[in-house]
């Protein structure tokens, strides 16, 4: 089993998307095992996307991360990574395929809802980064053999 971070972005709590969002990973049958509001510092921003740091748009994407909290999720299922970054559909929300949650609801490169981590590599970073041992939960799935039988 693995586990990924996703961030529901400020533009994501503004449009009342955050239940929608919540609900899809859900209903899709990941499983919730970290869930939480925090405002994000300019040193976690720093660090979470260190690869933009340089590039002309990083202040404005900070600030943007920076306009309201975000909801930060730890989400765990059979290669829920790459499942996950499916879901989310690709960084330009436009282009984004339709059924995605880039695709259905955004307009926007920097506004695009959400950020899902984009490796197990990185995932095993920024779960750590955005959560404690102790934020993060295991318990029974009761409906487990039925989301993945067989797997
Ligand atoms: P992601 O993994 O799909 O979120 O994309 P990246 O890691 O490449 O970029 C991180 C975030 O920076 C994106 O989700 C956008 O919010 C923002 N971003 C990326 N490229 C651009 C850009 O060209 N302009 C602006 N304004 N923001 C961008
Ligand atoms: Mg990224």
Redesign the pocket.
């Given at each position: 089993m693995e586990r990924t971070l996703v961030l529901l972005?400020p533009d994501a709590i503004q449009r009342d998307l955050v239940g929608e969002i919540l609900s899809r990973f859900e209903r899709k049958g990941l499983k919730i095992v970290g869930l939480k509001m925090m405002q994000l510092s300019d040193e976690l921003l720093n660090e979470h996307?260190s690869?933009?740091v340089g590039?002309d748009?990083f202040p404005?994407?900070k600030s943007?991360?920076q306009l309201t909290p975000v909801i930060a999720l730890c989400l765990e299922g059979t290669d829920c990574v790459n499942t996950v970054r499916a879901l989310?559909g690709?960084?330009?929300a436009r282009e984004a395929a339709p059924g995605t949650i880039r695709g259905e609801f955004g307009m926007s490169?920097?506004?695009?809802l959400?950020?899902?981590s984009?490796s197990l590599e990185t995932a095993q970073v920024e779960v750590p980064r955005f959560f404690k041992a102790e934020e993060l939960f295991e318990y029974p799935d009761a409906l487990i053999n039925y989301v993945y039988s067989a797997r």
């Open positions: 972005k996307y690869h933009l590039r748009f404005e994407v943007f991360m989310c690709v960084t330009k490169v920097q506004a695009n959400i950020h899902c984009d």
